[in-house]
């Protein structure tokens, strides 16, 4: 049995004191620590986008053109944070945008060729990132957080 068993047999077999509160123990910290964790990962790799702006470049090109609201459902961003995403994408020339035909009111968003290169390059990227975010668990503790995490989402 490894130490990091041992730990977490010993804090499985704590009884919880419902009068105590240790951050260091609840979800949102954990949470929040994975992903700080995670960022800078993905910034040490890919310096000149962030996550959301890499997820937009990597929906479109999944999805092909979509709608400006369509994408954020999409990559689960709020319409407010999406179109601040697309316009720094748009004045770096990786995206463009159009008015929809039938209802001009709808922006579509498509990835420029510049757009379609970099994504191109940045996915193996991205799954190294993944890989490397992922590291300290075994191919078995992957699966299985993967799927718990699925469930909270």
């Known amino acids: 049995m490894s130490a990091e068993d041992v ?3 010993l804090v ?8 105590d509160y240790r951050l260091q ?3 949102g ?4 620590k994975a992903h700080q964790r995670h960022v800078s990962i993905f ?7 962030t996550p959301p702006q890499f997820a937009a470049l990597a929906k479109l090109h999944d999805v092909g053109e979509t709608s400006q609201n369509q994408l954020g459902n999409l990559i689960a961003m709020d319409a407010a944070t999406v179109k601040g995403v697309i316009d720094r ?3 770096r020339g990786l995206v463009e945008l159009s008015k929809h035909e039938v209802d001009k009111r709808r922006l579509l968003v498509n990835l420029t060729a510049e757009g379609r290169d970099a994504v191109e390059r940045l996915i193996p990227i ?14 078995k503790e992957v699966a299985i957080f993967m799927k718990l995490l699925a469930k909270l989402t």
């Open 25 to 27: 123990e609840q979800v």
């Open 7 to 9: 730990k977490l047999k």
């Open 89 to 91: 994408l748009k004045a």
């Open 12 to 19: 499985a077999a704590e009884e919880p004191d419902e009068n």
């Open 29 to 32: 910290f954990i949470l929040r």
């Open 126 to 139: 991205a799954r190294d990132i993944t890989e490397e975010t992922l590291a300290p668990l075994s191919a």
């Open 43 to 49: 910034a040490a790799h890919i310096a000149d986008l």
